[in-house]
């Protein structure tokens, strides 16, 4: 999984990370989350080295991670500071923990495995013309790219969202092409009528599509509706990839709306994503065939040009060859 770890993965709602330790997975390994004496975020295998328990079912004190079990502290860079059976004991660099940083952007923490690990970008985020509010986390019984993958078809608006996002009568597609960027790539000229394109609208209309794919476990939507001149939604969509076949998703919405209350947009947002779930803890095989497995037809450009990014970009974690 070395490819894996040149990337930041999203691990937890900032805010929910207090005075107490929170228990993550991501990757297939297990991760204890705390802030330690300065308020900085800090991560590290949720497992003590003394006896291998569970350092999450612990406590933070004075910033410090205690095991639940002996005692033994442990501070923001993983240095074991005490061992209360041994007080006069100074333990050695090999009874500390393998600590990696945390960042704070898009209203999450995450994770950098690598110390050059990289954030996906959201361009929105910097606008000051639109809201920003975070909708999830949601734990989903499939495997990360076959969530990114939902999120940028288009053919099945007027069959899994139909009366929302689309309906029977208007599922052609016209042509659309795709782009390779440094980052991943972009889908433009894509078109969908949808009945209620946003939580504001109020009748059916045509709405301009684009997709841009940040990293392999994230992506951009960028939404504008004829009929709401000077309306925009860029939604960002960040998947942690918990192991091969669950996930954890939070979309990042970036609104033009400021009228609708926080609840309403997230009321919104969870009609259409729990519309999805059930169908994509429904595929099989639960992770994503990059080469083989499954047809295609010419409305599965982003699809094609998706799997065939993972492939170039050595991705083997929640993938089929």
Same mark, same amino acid.
């Given at each position: ?12 709602? =900032?805010?929910?990370?207090?005075? +107490? %330790? ?5 990757? #297939?390994?297990? @991760?204890? &989350?705390? *802030?330690?004496? =300065?308020?900085?975020?800090?991560? +590290? %295998? ?5 006896? #291998?328990?569970? @350092?999450? &079912?612990? *406590? ?15 501070? #923001? ?245």
């Amino acid at each position: 999984m070395t490819t894996e770890r040149r990337f930041a993965h999203p691990v937890l709602d =900032a805010p929910a990370l207090g005075d +107490a %330790p929170v228990a993550v997975r991501v990757l #297939g390994d297990d @991760l204890v &989350l705390w *802030r330690d004496a =300065a308020g900085t975020p800090r991560a +590290a %295998p949720d497992r003590c080295p003394h006896r #291998g328990t569970r @350092l999450s &079912l612990g *406590r933070v004190c004075e910033g410090q991670i205690e095991c639940p079990y002996h005692g033994w502290r442990f501070d #923001g860079a993983g240095r074991c500071v005490s061992v209360p059976a041994l007080p006069a004991f100074v333990p050695p660099d090999s009874h500390g923990l393998a600590t990696h940083r945390l960042s704070e952007a898009h209203g999450l923490l995450w994770l950098h495995l690598e110390a050059e690990a990289r954030l996906p970008s959201f361009t929105a985020e910097a606008d000051p013309k639109l809201r920003k509010l975070n909708v999830g986390p949601y734990e989903v019984a499939a495997s990360a790219p076959r969530i990114v993958e939902n999120f940028l078809d288009l053919a099945h608006f007027g069959f899994v969202h139909e009366g929302w996002l689309g309906d029977r009568a208007h599922t052609v597609l016209d042509d659309y092409r795709t782009e390779p960027t440094a980052a991943g790539f972009v889908a433009s000229g894509c078109r969908a009528w949808q009945p209620q394109s946003n939580r504001l609208s109020s009748e059916g209309s045509w709405v301009d599509y684009r997709y841009e794919v940040t990293s392999p476990w994230s992506a951009v939507l960028t939404k504008l509706p004829e009929k709401q001149d000077g309306y925009r939604d860029e939604i960002a969509l960040f998947v942690c990839p918990v192991d091969e076949e669950h996930s954890r998703v939070w979309f990042r919405m970036a609104l033009t709306d400021f009228d609708s209350s926080d609840e309403q947009i997230r009321a919104f947002q969870h009609t259409i994503f729990t519309q999805d779930q059930p169908v994509l803890e429904s595929q099989r095989p639960k992770r994503l065939p990059l080469s083989s497995g499954e047809v295609h037809c010419a409305a599965d450009r982003s699809s094609a040009a998706y799997r065939r990014f993972l492939r170039e970009s050595g991705i083997t974690f929640g993938v089929l060859p």
